[in-house]
């Protein structure tokens, strides 16, 4: 209420034209626009099969949303969110997406979960922090705080309708409670989504109007064909093609072309997402940081610096 907010800051001093977006679009799904990228597969998978040689595991998904962390890290100003046609810096860095769940009998269920990272996460700093998040919210017994709330919310008929109403109002003003928003995976700084685990091609997914997702990455099966090189002679290319859902009212258009820059510069080289970056910008009133993950792989360059040490 009256501008302040649990999970970010209030920002001011913005571009007069960005800045008036909000009254034009009031909603995210006015707002929506639809980006297409195409990952070279070939490159990401030897630097899986490499990692997998030193007993690393790393996944696409890993790489995606290392780069994204990267790029925010770099370009702050994508994680930012619109609420009431006001503008907020996020006082954090989170990526949600949904998991399938271990079912005994092979039914098909889901869960949401969100994951909190630091701009200067690496790669194995990522890798972690998704694998402890999928291994402790896979077990269908035990059951997430979101499914729990949904499976007791839709035992009374109506209670859904009224709960998730009064949710919507306080969280419109400001007044939902920290610890829930940090539950829900509906706030979060992007929701990605990879339809490659189960056979299926890239979508552009809507942007939620509940929560505050600005951006929504959906990922595709590889995409395989012909084309020709530069000196004309045919080739065969295979490319991980993701689709990209963004709320333009976020940032100017230069903005997302300088974090775009960033992520698909560590996305054709990995390896860079390998250590931390030199700098870590930060928005104006505006710092995070999260402990590193417990059990992280370390390269031997860095084991030996750290012994030389």
């Known amino acids: 209420m009256f501008g302040f907010r649990p999970e970010g800051r209030r920002v001011k001093d913005i571009d007069p034209?960005?800045?008036?977006?909000?009254?034009?679009m009031p909603m995210r799904c006015d707002a929506q626009v639809f980006l297409d990228h195409e990952i070279e597969y070939e490159t990401l998978m030897r630097y899986i099969a490499k990692k997998a040689r030193e007993g690393v595991k790393i996944t696409f998904m890993d790489i995606i949303i290392a780069a994204f962390v990267r790029g925010v890290s770099q370009v702050p100003e994508i994680n930012r969110f619109i609420m009431n046609k006001q503008f907020y810096n996020r006082k954090e860095l989170t990526v949600s997406f949904t998991l399938l769940l271990n079912t005994p009998d092979g039914s098909i269920k889901e869960n949401a979960v969100k994951i909190f990272f630091d701009p200067s996460d690496t790669i194995y700093d990522v890798s972690a922090r998704c694998q402890q998040k999928i291994a402790n919210n896979r077990d269908p017994e035990e059951g997430s705080f979101v499914i729990k709330l949904a499976s007791a919310l839709l035992k009374i008929p109506g209670l859904a309708t009224t709960v998730v109403g009064l949710v919507k109002l306080l969280d419109r003003y400001g007044l939902c409670p920290k610890a829930l928003i940090d539950e829900l995976p509906f706030h979060t700084s992007m929701f990605i989504t990879n339809n490659a685990s189960i056979g299926l091609m890239k979508v552009y997914h809507h942007i939620y109007?509940?929560?505050?997702?600005?951006?929504?990455i959906g990922m595709g099966k590889s995409n395989r064909y012909n084309t020709v090189d530069a000196q004309g002679n045919p080739v065969r290319k295979c490319t991980l093609p993701i689709g990209i859902t963004a709320d333009e009212r976020v940032c100017g258009g230069a903005?997302?072309?300088?974090f775009f820059a960033v992520m698909n510069k560590h996305l054709?080289?990995?390896?860079?997402?390998?250590?931390?970056?030199?700098?870590?910008?930060?928005?104006?009133?505006v710092e995070y940081?999260?402990?590193?993950?417990?059990?992280?792989?370390?390269?031997?360059?860095?084991?030996e610096e750290a012994v030389q040490a």
């Open 209 to 216: 109007n509940f929560g505050n997702t600005s951006m929504f």
């Open 268 to 285: 054709k080289n990995p390896e860079l997402l390998e250590v931390e970056p030199e700098q870590v910008f930060y928005n104006n009133g």
């Open 17 to 24: 034209i960005v800045q008036i977006t909000p009254y034009l």
């Open 289 to 303: 940081h999260v402990p590193k993950p417990e059990g992280v792989f370390v390269p031997k360059a860095k084991e």
């Open 255 to 258: 903005t997302y072309a300088r």
